[in-house]
C-alpha cells in the first residue's frame, strides 16, 4: 500500500490560510488522494479528495502536484473549531480500503 | 439523518470477559467499517463490508475478534476474551458502495477499557 507522509504538526494563526503538506512519493496512477480531520474527542470526519486536478469545496482546497508525488490541503482563513488532527491518506481506484498514518496535528492561536 | 450510531459509548470490563460493540451505519449506505485507534498505532482498519458481505477482514488482530452484519442496518464488534491490550477507541464508519468519491462517515466511537 502507498504511504503518506506528514508532519507530526503545524501552527496557526486564527483568520489567516493554512497550508498542511503531504508526501506520496510512491503514488500509483490509480490512488485517490483523500484527506480528513479529526477534531478532539470525535470520529473522524471527510475533508475532500481527489485525483489529479486542483480541488475546491466548502471546506477547503486541495493542491496536487503535476508528478502527483504531494498535495497541499488549504484552509483559506482558519478558525479556532479548525484545530484537528489532519490525515492525508491514499487509496487505490476500486479498493475502498484506507490506510491511515498519524496526520499532522494543527494547532489554531487566537 | 441522525448519523452512523455507536452503543455503547464507554464500556469498562475486567480481563477475559466478552464485549459487544453496536453499529448502526447512515440508512441507505451499503458499505460499512470498523476502526480501532490508540495512540501507539493511531488509527487501524479492523474489518469492512459492502451489502452485508464481509469484503476484508485482514486487519482483525485475532481469532478473539469477530464480526457480523446481519443486515443492512445493524452490525456488531465482538471480543472474547477480552485483553488489557483491545483497550482502545472503537469506531464504526458507514459510505455509500459505488461512484468514486469514497467519503466515509464515522460515529462517535466506543471507549473500551479493559481491566
Known amino acids: 500500500d502507498a504511504k503518506t507522509t506528514q508532519p507530526n504538526s503545524m501552527e496557526s494563526n486564527e483568520e489567516e490560510p493554512v497550508h498542511l503538506p503531504c508526501n506520496h512519493s510512491t503514488i500509483s496512477g490509480t490512488d485517490y488522494i483523500h484527506w480528513y480531520r479529526q477534531l478532539p474527542s470525535q470520529g473522524p470526519e471527510y475533508v475532500i479528495h481527489g485525483l489529479t486536478s486542483n480541488v475546491n469545496n466548502r471546506m477547503a482546497s486541495l493542491a496536487i502536484a503535476e508528478d502527483r508525488k504531494s498535495s497541499t490541503l488549504i484552509l483559506h482563513r482558519a478558525t479556532l473549531r479548525d484545530a484537528a488532527v489532519y490525515y492525508c491518506?491514499?487509496?487505490?481506484?476500486?479498493?475502498?480500503?484506507?490506510?491511515w498514518g498519524l496526520g499532522t496535528s494543527l494547532a489554531v492561536n487566537p | 439523518d441522525a448519523g452512523v450510531i455507536q452503543s455503547p459509548r464507554h464500556e469498562v470490563t475486567e480481563m477475559g470477559q466478552e464485549v459487544t460493540l453496536r453499529c448502526k451505519p447512515i440508512?441507505?449506505?451499503?458499505?460499512l467499517f470498523w476502526y480501532r485507534q490508540t495512540m501507539m498505532r493511531g488509527l487501524e482498519l479492523l474489518i469492512y463490508f459492502n451489502n452485508n458481505v464481509p469484503i476484508d477482514d485482514s486487519g482483525m488482530p485475532e481469532d478473539r475478534f469477530s464480526a457480523k452484519m446481519p443486515n443492512a442496518s445493524f452490525s456488531t464488534l465482538k471480543i472474547q476474551p477480552s485483553e488489557p491490550r483491545d483497550s482502545a477507541v472503537y469506531f464504526c464508519?458507514?459510505?455509500?458502495?459505488?461512484?468514486?468519491?469514497?467519503?466515509?462517515?464515522f460515529g462517535p466511537g466506543t471507549r473500551l477499557t479493559v481491566t
Open positions: 464508519a458507514s459510505s455509500l458502495l459505488g461512484g468514486i468519491s469514497y467519503e466515509q462517515y
Open positions: 440508512s441507505g449506505h451499503n458499505s
Open positions: 491518506i491514499l487509496s487505490a481506484g476500486n479498493n475502498r480500503k484506507l490506510i
